[in-house]
């Protein structure tokens, strides 16, 4: 793999980030200490430094296992962890973006992590109550404690993070560096606002649920059904008449390059811009070796206009409009003869 710098920040991280959200068996499902440890192996073994992980995931376990695996080397890791996600259930400020739990959370991370220091800590979602200059004004005092390098935000309304950025730049606190979205080929309406915006902004984009649930790796496109457990019951609502046709285009396309249908639905992230670091997760060693093998494999501008023709959404109010007929109204007679700059990003 190639690293490449975080939006706007200076720190190199592998161009595939290694979702561990998998790590951990608290809630019923995911992958023992010593399985997870391989998959964790098999990513650093790929060239991989990005990991991400949350104060949440498994009841803290996730974080416990990362810190185990870590330790011997920490400083060689781009360490991401979240906050807000309430962390015990009778306590009405063990959640949020507040201060109070913010200091909290990362106090309790740190010494889940084992480590003095979280190179990317992210607003784990937007709560929609807490004021955005207390939230970016307590980031800036972790980052200047030395607790935290770069500040990121997950799950948020592009005005949120649009207002946050403004703010920190205004009053010379730390700006968000990374976006964390829901973002693959059944997942696009984040192209509307949030992926211009981040870009505007020079915010690097990690996007999370790159196969969809599993949807677009051919497992439910080649013969194998979705199962009965818990986790194939939350995910066969995915599979929609929409979706399993996006992953059948997948599944075409893999089998003319040769490549599996979870490298294909990767390589079509990556050629979304040099800007984007899909997130993918993994419960076996051999889940994550495939999908770095999308770190090599190119797709065809043909390819990608037939992923992208049977992916496509309407961007709507107001793109929709202001790319129609309506630049006449903007630039009159002389439109066409306007050399438009090219966006930022």
């Avoid at 964790?40 to 990362?66: C, I, M, P, R």
């Avoid at 949807?215 to 609502?237: C, H, I, M, Q």
């Avoid at 992230?269 to 190119?298: N, T």
């Avoid at 309407?314 to 438009?340: C, Q, R, W």
Wanted: aromatic fraction near 8%; include cysteine; glycine fraction near 12%.
């Amino acid at each position: 793999m190639k690293y490449r710098h975080l939006g706007s920040s200076g720190v190199r991280v592998s161009e595939i980030c290694l979702g561990t959200m998998s790590f951990g068996d608290q809630w019923g499902f995911g992958a023992d200490l010593e399985t997870s440890h391989k998959v964790l192996g098999a990513f650093a073994e790929g060239g991989g430094n990005f990991l991400d992980t949350a104060n949440k995931y498994h009841g803290g376990q996730t974080e416990e296992f990362v810190g185990e695996f870590i330790a011997s080397d920490r400083d060689y890791w781009v360490l991401a962890t979240k906050y807000t996600l309430n962390m015990r259930g009778d306590d009405p400020n063990a959640g949020g973006n507040g201060r109070k739990n913010m200091a909290r959370a990362v106090e309790a991370s740190l010494k889940r992590l084992k480590t003095d220091y979280i190179d990317l800590l992210w607003v784990h979602a937007w709560d929609f109550c807490t004021h955005v200059d207390e939230v970016m004004r307590g980031l800036d005092d972790l980052v200047r404690q030395g607790k935290v390098c770069y500040v990121g935000i997950s799950d948020a309304p592009a005005w949120v993070v649009a207002h946050a950025n403004t703010l920190a730049d205004l009053r010379g606190w730390s700006r968000f560096v990374g976006l964390q979205i829901q973002w693959s080929l059944c997942e696009r309406t984040v192209e509307r606002e949030l992926v211009p915006m981040a870009r505007a902004f020079d915010i690097g984009i990690t996007p999370w649920g790159p196969l969809h649930a599993g949807v677009l790796t051919g497992k439910y496109t080649r013969g194998e059904g979705p199962g009965d457990s818990k986790r194939a019951a939350f995910n066969k609502r995915r599979l929609t008449d929409r979706n399993l046709e996006i992953a059948r285009t997948v599944d075409a396309v893999a089998d003319e390059l040769g490549a599996s249908s979870a490298q294909v639905a990767v390589a079509w992230l990556r050629h979304q811009g040099a800007d984007v670091f899909p997130i993918a997760g993994a419960r076996k060693p051999e889940q994550i070796v495939d999908v770095l093998g999308s770190a090599a494999l190119s797709l065809s501008a043909e390819q990608l206009q037939r992923l992208d023709e049977v992916s496509k959404i309407t961007l709507g109010f107001p793109h929709d409009f202001i790319g129609s007929d309506a630049s006449n109204v903007v630039y009159g007679e002389v439109g066409a003869k306007i050399v438009m700059p090219t966006p930022r990003g």
